[in-house]
């Protein structure tokens, strides 16, 4: 459901779309009078959630981690093209508005982590923290789960990797520069695009390129690792700009490159669209028509092997620009091994300075 067909300002979603579990949906029809909505009448709501559980084993072959830890459900950076949206329809939310508006935090998390570690069964493998949405988006300022995340880590000698694209994983450079010390730390920072007026419309509330690439000079030089996620790669908006993200990249002192293209899995297709529809109408259509064409005709692609890399002709161009730039600029570049063998579990009561 529209808001009148106004923009959203500071949102990426410029709807509620219908949630599948759900037999009604909600929203405004009209907005009368206003030619920009400003969605700061709606101020983003955080709930506090106690799960049982906080590792999750990772089963999609098109994944290249093991188990994934989120501290949070929701992601207000709002991100236009996120593919975790439809998560957010298993609480009984829109993966549109309410994907970026209504953040499910678990406080818990840290504890949980501990529990999970201490389990004799547990086999160790590294853990992917944010495998669905940002363990630094704006809230973890406030809360901090992620900091306590990775003390946890830290005395357990936990081998984990970070997603994010905010450069608040600054802050917790003392306690990743230890870990990397022993090769127990990597960071991927996703970097979309180096236009800023692109970067506000297509992931609002995300930090700018250019303070990601501050930090990635920052953790480069405290000795953590980082590799560098240009994703989503999307045609007719950010593809030419690879290569300039490539050297902006490495010029920071990234150690390895990666890419996915765009894909618009379940209610994501619909968000999509009306981004699309909203911010670029001269070429939308186009947009539209060679997105699916990377995906067996339909921007609704699941099929895994082809869901991140795409197929056919535009598929095919876009790996090879890639592939020519990350071999200019990352030759002889790569993230180390991560050792496993340092894995330890500290006297219980060790960890209670961290509460």
Same mark, same amino acid.
């Given at each position: 459901m529209t808001i009148d067909g106004k923009p959203v300002k500071g949102r990426g979603a410029q709807e509620q779309v219908a949630n599948r579990f759900l037999q009604r949906s909600y929203g405004i029809v009209e907005w009368e009078g206003i030619d920009e909505v400003d969605d700061t009448v709606h101020p983003t709501k955080y709930l506090i959630e106690h799960p049982r559980t906080i590792v999750n084993k990772v089963t999609s072959p098109d994944l290249a981690m093991a188990w994934s830890l989120n501290p949070y459900q929701g992601c207000e950076h709002g991100c236009a093209y996120c593919y975790a949206r439809p998560t957010h329809?298993?609480?009984?939310?829109?993966?549109?508005?309410?994907?970026?508006?209504?953040?499910?935090?678990?406080?818990?998390?840290?504890?949980?982590?501990?529990?999970?570690?201490?389990?004799?069964?547990?086999?160790?493998?590294?853990?992917?923290?944010?495998?669905?949405?940002?363990?630094?988006?704006?809230?973890?300022?406030?809360?901090?789960?992620?900091?306590?995340?990775?003390?946890?880590?830290?005395?357990?000698?936990?081998?984990?990797?970070?997603?994010?694209?905010?450069? +608040?994983?600054?802050?917790?450079? %003392?306690?990743? !520069?230890?870990?990397? /010390?022993?090769?127990? *730390?990597?960071v991927a920072i996703s970097l979309t695009s180096l236009d800023e007026e692109l970067r506000r419309k297509l992931e609002p509330r995300t930090s700018t390129a250019a303070n990601r690439l501050r930090a990635i000079a920052t953790l480069t030089a405290a000795g953590v690792p980082v590799f560098v996620m240009v994703a989503p790669i999307i045609p007719g908006i950010?593809?030419?700009?690879?290569?300039?993200?490539?050297?902006?990249?490495?010029?920071?002192?990234?150690?390895?490159?990666?890419?996915?293209?765009?894909?618009?899995?379940?209610?994501?297709?619909?968000?999509?669209?009306?981004? +699309?529809?909203?911010?670029?109408? %001269?070429?939308? !259509?186009?947009?539209? /028509?060679?997105?699916? *064409?990377?995906?067996?005709?339909?921007?609704?692609?699941?099929?895994?092997?082809?869901?991140?890399?795409?197929?056919?002709?535009?598929?095919?161009?876009?790996?090879?620009v890639f592939s020519v730039f990350r071999r200019r600029y990352f030759s002889g570049r790569a993230l180390p091994d991560t050792d496993h063998t340092l894995f330890r579990r500290p006297p219980k009561g060790q960890l209670d300075l961290f509460a």
């Open positions: 329809e298993y609480w009984g939310y829109s993966a549109g508005l309410d994907f970026e508006r209504v953040i499910i935090v678990k406080r818990n998390a840290p504890q949980l982590l501990e529990k999970a570690l201490r389990d004799p069964k547990w086999a160790g493998g590294t853990i992917s923290i944010s495998g669905n949405t940002d363990c630094y988006q704006p809230i973890e300022r406030e809360e901090g789960i992620t900091r306590r995340v990775l003390q946890v880590a830290q005395e357990f000698r936990q081998p984990i990797g970070i997603i994010t694209k905010n450069a +608040l994983v600054v802050r917790d450079v %003392d306690i990743l !520069a230890e870990m990397a /010390a022993h090769r127990l *730390a990597t950010n593809e030419q700009e690879v290569p300039a993200l490539l050297k902006a990249a490495a010029d920071a002192g990234a150690v390895g490159a990666g890419y996915t293209v765009v894909r618009t899995n379940g209610a994501v297709q619909d968000v999509f669209r009306t981004w +699309l529809e909203q911010h670029f109408p %001269d070429r939308a !259509a186009k947009v539209i /028509a060679q997105i699916s *064409a990377m995906h067996g005709r339909k921007m609704n692609d699941s099929e895994w092997g082809r869901r991140m890399r795409g197929e056919g002709a535009f598929a095919e161009n876009i790996h090879r």
